[in-house]
């Protein structure tokens, strides 16, 4: 059984609305039905929808349009706290705390029963960058110096990176991703906020 939350109010896009879905309840059963589908926006006045794969948040850019409602698929493995996208099928949060070291976000992760972010696709980067909201993040990236780059599971990068052309010092040893989507990297006395992520 999958249910949604009204998340807020607002227009994201220009694309069109699905034709022939006259109600809230059948663009729910649409999204359902397709499995790229994260969340859907719900004009009021038309009754139209528009479904979407990724899963925005609010302080997104919105086209002044309080008639339409924007709604996300939810998932039990995710606390209300997170962002859960079908299409990366991801569990996402974003942590407002002061900024921090690496290890402390990593730290602050896993008391919060996930780790930090790892990005395996041009996709989950692509909603890591969504939630990142375009501030600079740490993500589960981290090396030994003079090592190879490994996710903080252990496993190694794969055949997705996502690098900004700047990576330079044997001292930089974890990683962070850039608002805009790219991936940078920082030495031990960095500073920033936490991408954290929940297995799904």
Not at 35 to 61: G, I, P
Not at 104 to 123: P, V, W, Y
Not at 159 to 182: C, L
């Amino acid at each position: 059984m999958f249910t949604f939350s009204l998340l807020f109010t607002g227009f994201l896009t220009d694309t069109p609305f699905l034709s022939g879905v006259a109600l809230k309840s059948e663009c729910a059963v649409a999204c359902v039905n397709d499995a790229n589908c994260s969340s859907f926006f719900y004009d009021v006045n038309t009754q139209a929808c528009y479904l979407e794969k990724y899963v925005f948040v609010s302080s997104d850019k919105l086209q002044t349009r309080s008639d339409v409602q924007y709604f996300s698929l939810l998932n039990g493995a995710c606390p209300a706290s997170y962002i859960y996208s079908r299409f990366t099928n991801q569990c996402l949060r974003r942590f407002w705390s002061p900024i921090m070291t690496y290890p402390a976000a990593k730290t602050l992760c896993m008391d919060n029963s996930g780790h930090l972010a790892f990005i395996r696709s041009q996709e989950e980067n692509r909603q890591a960058a969504i939630v990142a909201r375009n501030e600079t993040l740490w993500i589960g990236l981290e090396r030994d110096p003079g090592d190879e780059w490994h996710w903080t599971n252990g496993q190694s990068l794969g055949s997705y990176v996502n690098w900004n052309s700047t990576r330079i010092g044997d001292d930089r040893i974890y990683g962070k991703m850039f608002g805009f989507g790219r991936w940078g990297t920082y030495g031990s006395t960095g500073a920033l906020r936490a991408l954290c992520e929940i297995d799904v």
